[in-house]
């Protein structure tokens, strides 16, 4: 019965093969890596940029609203005939909004945020 070649390969070849096998794997495990670190930067580049696009919105909707709010005050406060009841009603404005806020903003803030990141995470 004659002997097929690949079945008894010297140890050198065997060896080489398993070499061969380690060395694709290991390549493969440094490409999924970098894969995962661009993809990783990726995701961190578009959520950054979003949440600084936005910050610079309410920022300039804050300064709007300060500017706004001191205007109100002294309209008030003449209205009233002392300026600093304007500014006593303005500020008790800002404290109902702020509690309002602070018990139901979690809900209108962390959800989106967290849904925003997720889907940036899982392009």
Known sequence: MPVKQNE????ETKANSIETLFERAEVYARTTFELSKLKL??????????LIARLSTI???SMFSFVLSIGIALWL??????AYYGFFIVA???LV???VLHFFLHKW???????????????
């Open 8 to 11: 008894y390969k010297p140890m």
């Open 41 to 50: 930067l990726e995701t961190t580049n578009t959520v950054v940029t979003s």
């Open 59 to 61: 920022l300039m909707i």
């Open 77 to 82: 406060g003449d209205l009233l005939g002392k």
């Open 92 to 94: 008790g404005f800002f």
């Open 97 to 99: 909004a702020g509690l």
């Open 109 to 123: 803030v962390e959800k989106p945020i967290s849904e925003l990141i997720i889907k940036q995470a899982l392009k």
